[in-house]
């Protein structure tokens, strides 16, 4: 029993010493870095850019014949039609807020003929056939959506033609260009690098504009000049390419 005892106590001694000898052996666990976080690219809305745009609108107008006895009206009516046509601008970004400026131009087909109410004889059709807008634009931006409103000078290609309920023949005709002011908003979101899309409202106050004319008929001999006030609402769908495409990474996002 004693020799069992011995023989256990000697090799419980032996275990003990080579344990730690062969934890020292073992190879050290590799250590595994984790991957660094995507760097994400941010949409930069800076620089120049050029695109297209057509859509829907309307213009609101009032026909007034002025003469020396005073003012009489002809009569009020709305015209509608499409527009397509292009802008350039130039954007400028400082952190989530954008700036820009913008020139655009439309051909319109916004037309509408109604019987004056001067005189039921005769119908006055008032025609609109080219809007232009010059504006300053300020938005706000999360990436590549951006929300912004507009403001500045609008004008518009006009014609006003009367003519005879009978026969259909035009007696007198004027054309004109006005200058008013405009407000709009609108949401541009870019797709892919340069392009972008959005959507697009204004308002154009065109305000009061005089025509003169002299004619022999008869029926508007007594008229001195025509009076015409003008609102027109435009929606419209763009497509712009910004020259420069996406912004450099500026922020790793974790």
Known sequence: MRKFWFAAAMGFAA???????????LAAKPYVKAPPAPVVAVYDWTGFYIGANGGWAQSHSCVDFITALGTFASGCGD???GVVGGQIGYRWQ??????????????????NTRVSLFNPTLSTTAK??????????????????LLYFKGGAAVTGNRLTIFDNTTGVGLVSADSTRWGGTVGVGFEY????GWSVGVEYDHLFMGHNNNSFSVVDPRLAAVL???ISQDVDMVTVRFNYRFG???APVAARY
């Not at 275990?15 to 052996?25: G, L």
């Not at 400082?94 to 037309?111: I, M, S, T």
């Not at 609109?128 to 959506?145: C, H, S, Y």
């Not at 870019?190 to 690098?193: H, K, Q, T």
Request: hydrophobic share 45%.
């Open 94 to 111: 400082f952190n989530q807020f954008v700036v820009g400026v913008e020139g655009q131009g439309d051909w319109a087909d916004l037309k």
């Open 128 to 145: 609109t056939d080219g809007i232009g807008l010059i504006t300053g634009q300020l938005g706000w931006a999360w990436n590549a959506a």
């Open 190 to 193: 870019g797709f892919s690098p």
């Open 245 to 247: 495409g996406w912004g």
């Open 225 to 227: 000049n025509d009076r």
């Open 15 to 25: 275990f003990s010493v080579a344990a730690p000898a062969s934890a020292a052996d």
């Open 79 to 81: 015209r509608s039609g």
